[in-house]
């Protein structure tokens, strides 16, 4: 005899739910970004640009891109997704409220905030303005004993994106060419050690654009893509995959399944009533 109880044991357990999201990738286009090619680049839930869509800075070239952000890009794409660069800062420094304010097509443009897009948590930290423009403001400002000038220790845990211009230290980043010659931020490295987002993109050195996943034995990985884009743009060659991404012309569309969100979106809820309940410190 099987009993109801037992019979709803043995019901076989559902398959759990699976969405995709489709997240494409562009950075450092440096006014070269077009109707013409926004026409071939594909298409995808989010568009995310991490910085320097400008050459010099100026608010002509910001209003340029708010056209496009607000005209073809988003007919194309339904969340567009920005940080800023060293170039972006030329003029404005770190009054990154001007350029929030200039870029009205922007869905998010992110200064040190996290937004919850399409079921993911997305995390973006600009460029920081600091002495020089060039690839050593880093490093400058981590060797005056001023490690967190530009922010990183407030990126948190639990990120699926994390967006920042710049690359983090030894990861995509030897900059002219010169193997060994690295130009990442160390303190950017540590957080990503520390809190080990899913996926990081990042451009700044454009001879390094690419992907390369990076973990070890004691943490889980990190796929880091470097999407700057080349000084000229081409006709898109093959969509080459790799580990769920492609790749065209510095550009990488990267493929997010999402399982089980809602079961994580709850035991995420419960976490934080335990955490609520616990009793607090004299």
């Known amino acids: 005899r099987i009993s109801m109880m037992g019979a709803a044991m043995k019901k076989k357990a559902e398959a759990p739910k699976r969405t995709t999201v489709r ?3 562009i950075s450092d286009t440096h006014s070269l970004l077009t109707e013409e090619v926004i ?10 640009h991490t910085g320097d869509f400008t050459e010099s800075g100026n608010l002509k070239e910001v209003q340029e891109f708010n056209k496009l952000l607000s005209g073809p890009l988003k007919a194309k794409y339904p969340h567009r997704v920005v940080v800023a660069g060293n170039h972006d800062l030329y003029h404005v420094g770190n009054n990154y409220k001007v350029l929030k304010d200039t870029l009205t097509g922007a869905t998010h443009f992110l200064v040190h905030e996290q937004a919850e897009i399409c079921g993911l948590r997305v995390y973006g930290a600009p460029w920081w303005a600091g002495h020089s423009w060039d690839y050593k403001t880093f490093k400058n400002y981590e060797r005056k004993n001023q490690p967190d000038a530009a922010g990183f220790g407030k990126i948190p845990s639990n990120v699926d994106l994390l967006l920042t211009h710049g690359p983090p230290r030894g990861v995509l980043d030897e900059a002219d060419g010169h193997k060994g010659n690295h130009s990442g931020s160390r303190e950017l490295w540590g957080a990503i050690v520390k ?12 001879e390094q654009r690419g992907s390369a996943r990076v973990g070890t034995i004691s943490r889980k990985s990190t796929l880091f893509v470097n ?6 743009w081409k006709e898109p060659k093959q ?32 976490d934080n009533k335990k955490i609520n309940k616990a009793p607090q410190a004299a």
């Open 23 to 25: 997240i494409l990738h």
């Open 39 to 48: 026409r071939k680049l594909p298409a995808a839930d989010i568009l995310i």
């Open 195 to 206: 809190n080990t987002p899913k996926v990081h993109l990042f451009g700044h050195v454009h």
């Open 227 to 232: 999407s700057s884009m080349t000084d000229r």
């Open 239 to 270: 969509l080459q995959s790799a580990e769920g991404s492609g790749s065209w012309n510095g550009a990488h569309l990267i493929i997010a399944t999402k399982e089980q969100q809602e079961q994580q979106q709850q035991q995420q809820e419960e």
